[in-house]
DNA sequence: AATAGCCAGCG
DNA sequence: CGCTGGC
């Protein structure tokens, strides 16, 4: 019996019961206090906005997400610029915009940006999914002024951005949870009927108890699949049972299950498939719309902290990985590492389920619902 | 300096 | 191959 064997063996009792990782019911009442910022927030998001798709400054953008994301969460209303400036994420030329909407009720920037016709289009054309900030400048400057003109001139796109024109108006649409759920469970048999050893969490809101989700975004996992880092710990050999992430060999698991699905025709369209990653579009039923899909396999040992990560919510992640720091841990997407004396990291830590991250770093479970 | 890494497409 | 763009 070798180590592998018996190693998997032990995985997968332990896993079973967990196979499929049942999301939290909805929410009953979220705790949603005023929000008395909000029309000063929503100014700086647009603001945000313009940088990114007009001035290609994603920084930008992100430094007026930050003071939206601060002024939204703050209870009281903003009445003087000095309550303002007291948030983080708030800092000289974000005050200075805040300022003169105190005084005045607007910000001669974004009015520019409003009328601005460059905008404006640009606007319209990064609604196409696989169009960026960049591309949409492009387009632009090959006389494509709306989506109409992108309609008649698809040799200007990528196979990525026609699906994306496809579909625009599918993808703009909020997923209830209802379609979620019904989802969920169809993946979940279709997949488990594969091969039962599979498991499946579909992350992202959804598993937060969100009312609604942006897209669908599952992640999966087989027990002949781990990380390379694993491997060398256990002395594992690569065999045809047992696939060693980035050994070059072809890894089936999941074009086994885009296939599957492409043929009973829950997919769709494929954006990107690659051994690890699927990007593509999916509809669980006749009467729902187009659904952006993404699949992911991870390996099995690293399955728990993509879950953790995939789950989110970003700035929950941000606050976790921070108190894990705190903590001399290190904490990413793949795994958890305990930091030597000398800063380095240690060797990455068990982690079989989601509580055993809470576990190692010494902190209270925290529920699905709460991670905001 | 800013999240990270996968995939497509291009030269 | 390495780079860029998008997600």
New binding site residues.
């Given amino acids: 019996m070798n180590l592998l064997k018996l190693n998997q063996e032990i995985l997968i009792k332990k896993f079973h019961i967990l196979t499929l990782q049942m999301a939290p019911r909805a929410r009953k009442v979220r705790p949603r206090a005023a929000k008395p910022n909000e029309e000063l927030a929503n100014i700086l998001l647009e603001i945000g906005e313009y940088e990114k798709n007009v001035n ?1 400054q ?3 953008y ?2 007026y997400r930050r003071a939206a994301q601060s002024l939204s969460e703050h209870p009281e209303k903003i009445k003087r610029i000095e309550d303002a400036k007291a948030l983080k994420g708030i800092g000289k030329r974000i005050s200075e915009k805040i300022s003169e909407y105190l005084k005045t009720g607007k910000v001669s920037k974004l009015m520019e940006a409003r009328k601005n016709d460059k905008s404006k289009i640009l606007k319209e054309l ?1 609604r ?11 387009l632009l400057s090959e006389g494509i002024k709306s989506l109409e003109d992108l309609k008649s001139h698809q040799n200007l796109l ?4 026609i699906i ?1 024109l496809k579909y625009v108006d599918d993808f703009e649409q909020r997923i209830p949870r209802s379609e979620m759920a019904e989802i969920e469970k169809f993946l979940f048999e279709k997949i488990k009927k594969i091969d039962k050893d599979y498991t499946i969490t579909l992350c992202g809101s959804y598993r937060r108890g969100l009312e609604s989700s942006g ?1 669908v975004d599952l992640l999966i996992t087989h027990p002949n699949y781990v990380s390379l880092r694993y491997a060398e710990e256990y002395r594992l050999k690569a065999t045809k049972n047992l696939i060693i992430e ?1 050994k070059k060999s072809p890894i089936d698991l ?1 074009k086994n299950i885009v296939n599957k699905l492409s043929e009973i025709g829950f997919i769709s369209d ?10 593509g579009v999916c509809k669980v039923a006749h009467d729902k719309l187009h659904r ?1 899909i ?1 699949i ?2 991870l390996p099995y040992d690293e399955y728990y902290c993509g879950v953790f990560y995939m789950t989110g919510s ?1 700035v929950f992640n ?1 606050d976790i990985r921070k108190i894990a720091k705190e903590k001399n841990f290190i904490l ?3 795994c958890l590492r305990k930091l030597n004396p000398d800063g380095t990291p240690g060797k990455a830590l068990k982690v079989e389920s989601e509580e055993d991250i809470f576990r190692h770093l010494g902190i209270d479970f925290i529920p699905l619902e709460e991670r905001y």
Avoid: C, I, W
Wanted: proline letters at 4%; glycine letters at 8%.
């Fill in positions: 290609l994603p920084f930008k992100q430094a990064t196409v999914a696989g169009v960026g900030p960049s591309h949409a400048q492009k990528t196979h990525q951005q994306g897209d980035t999941l494929t954006l990107a498939l690659g051994e690890t990653k699927f990007m952006r993404d992911r396999l970003d941000r990413n997407e793949y």
